[in-house]
Structure formats: C-alpha cells, structure tokens
T-cell receptor, first 115, second 111 residues
C-alpha cells in the first residue's frame, strides 16, 4: 500500500496563477483533509471531506476550493494564487467509522512558493 | 471552540527523560492525540488517550487528565533521532468534529 500520496512535491507559482494539488489514498478511508503548515502556526485545516461527494470548510478556507469526486482522491485548488498562500500543504486521511480515534495518516506534503 | 497550548521549544540530553506538556480548553472533548513530525516530513501518529491515566508504548508514554484539561508525552532514553516536533491534537465528540492541532513543541536533543 502506498498510503497517502501527494502531487506535486514542490511548485513555484506567480501571483494570480492557478493550480490544483492532488491527494490520493489507497486505504479506503472515508475522511480526507487538507492542511497548511506555516512556521509558528502549526497545522491549520483548510477543507475536509467526510465522504465521496462531500466537502466542508475548515479553519482557513478562503482562497481555496476542493473536490471529492472519487473516494480515493481529494483535490485542492488555488484559483488565483497569492504570496500569503506560500506554505507546506499536507493531505491526510482517516477511517471515518463514526467512532473515536480518527487517527490521521498524512501524505509527504507539497511545498508551494508563490512569487 | 478548542484552544491548545504546548511549549514552543525544549532541549534535552541524549539518554535522558523529557516531558512535553499540553493543556487544552475545549467543548465536547473526546480524546487526545500525539504526533511526531521530523523536519521536512509529514506528521506520524504516536499515541491516543481517551481515558485518564498513563498509556505506555515502549520508550514513549502519554498521560491524560480530562478533569484538568492536561496531557503530557514522556520520552525516555532519548536518542538523537527523537529530535523532532511533537504535536498535541484534540478530538471532538461528534462524528464530524475536526481534530485540532496545537502549534507543536520542537525538541532538540544534545549529545
């Protein structure tokens, strides 16, 4: 099993450009998450999904959109990149069985630099 | 809402013991996670506490006091590879409650 994978691993964008980050998991998990991690800020939740076809806003959703068309994939889109979106983006997934201990399994991260 | 506090940085010596504290204020608390994150890598699961008390797992142990809103991660026989950030995270009671992460404690191990 590959676990959680993310593409690309690194990207440089100019202000105003758009891009999509792809997250894929092969663990048949229901729940998927997108976080950003900045120095001194910890992990902050952008959007999450509790199942195929569903999405919900997290703590810092502005400037991002997501889609969960297939259970195994969770896409994060930046329509018009801004320098403030320079960050490391982590995708995670969890079982989502409705009980406690939703242990999250993280992808390796995508490092995004917006100039 | 949920608020989590943990020290920003700590330093310890190889072979020693270190305790990383985490306090939280939350509505609808269910359980608490500890994750380890090496520099430039993804967080990985260490432990989960839902009941009061100490859970031991090899060199790492995690403690929870629900009434005090307090947890700690205890690392024994420190090794250089334990140099990492340690993230405390709380879990809500409802199915759709998100896990909230603290800002993490960066642990430096000195030889």
């Amino acid at each position: 099993n590959a676990g959680v994978t993310q593409t690309p691993k690194f990207r440089v964008l100019k202000t105003g450009q758009s891009m999509t980050l792809l997250c894929a998991q092969d663990m048949n998990h229901e729940y998927m998450y997108w976080y950003r991690q900045d120095p001194g800020m910890g992990l902050r939740l952008i959007h999450y999904s509790v199942g195929e076809g569903t999405t919900a806003k997290g703590e810092v959703p502005d400037g991002y959109n997501v889609s969960r068309l297939k259970k195994q994939n969770f896409l994060l889109g930046l329509e018009s990149a801004a320098p403030s979106q320079t960050s490391v983006y982590f995708c995670a997934s969890s079982y989502g069985g409705g009980t406690a201990q939703e242990t999250q399994y993280f992808g390796p991260g995508t490092r995004l630099l917006v100039l | 809402g949920q608020n989590i506090d943990q020290p920003t940085e700590m330093t310890a010596t190889e072979g020693a013991i270190v305790q990383i504290n985490c306090t939280y204020q939350t509505s609808g608390f269910n359980g608490l996670f500890w994750y380890q994150q090496h520099a430039g890598e993804a967080p990985t699961f260490l432990s989960y506490n839902v009941l009061d008390g100490l859970e031991e797992k090899g060199r790492f142990s995690s403690f929870l006091s629900r009434s005090k809103g307090y947890s700690y991660l205890l690392l024994k026989e420190l090794q250089m590879k334990d140099s990492a950030s340690y993230l405390c995270a709380t879990e809500g009671m409802n199915r759709d409650d998100k896990i909230i992460f603290g800002k993490g404690t960066r642990l430096h191990i000195l030889p």
